[in-house]
């Protein structure tokens, strides 16, 4: 059965360092563009940052530019989400989200079961 399986998050103190992982199985996720969303309590989910289909282009909201450091391992079949510096407002639970053949996935076909991120004193 195709699916995206995440791990990492937790609880994590201000400035502190996490990565998030989300492993492909029954496709090869190298031909499919990735994102990571996140969605806090209470807002819309948006799209934090995404790694395209083909040649790995990167793209981040303005919020986590310089913090977070998304990349792919292929023969892991595995994109990864490394956040640094991490800050409060940076808790939401985070979904990774694939779609074949595209720069920034509009309508993922396949989705992570989402892992909580709470950055917390």
């Known amino acids: 059965q195709a699916q995206l399986a995440q791990s990492g998050g937790g609880l994590v103190q201000p400035g502190g360092s996490l990565r998030l992982s989300c492993v492909a199985s029954?496709?090869?996720?190298?031909?499919?563009?990735t994102c990571w969303f996140r969605q806090a309590p209470g807002k819309e989910r948006e799209g934090v940052s995404c790694?395209?289909?083909?040649?790995?282009?990167?793209y981040y909201i303005d919020s986590v530019k310089g913090r977070f450091t998304i990349s792919r391992d292929s023969d892991k079949n595995t994109v990864y989400l490394q956040m640094n510096n991490l800050k409060p407002e940076d808790t939401a639970v985070y979904y990774c989200?694939?779609?074949?053949?595209?720069?920034?996935?509009?309508?993922?076909?396949?989705w992570g079961q989402g892992t909580q991120v709470t950055v917390s004193s």
């Open positions: 029954g496709f090869t996720l190298a031909n499919y563009g």
């Open positions: 790694i395209s289909s083909g040649d790995d282009s990167t």
């Open positions: 989200a694939a779609e074949e053949g595209v720069a920034i996935p509009t309508s993922p076909k396949y």
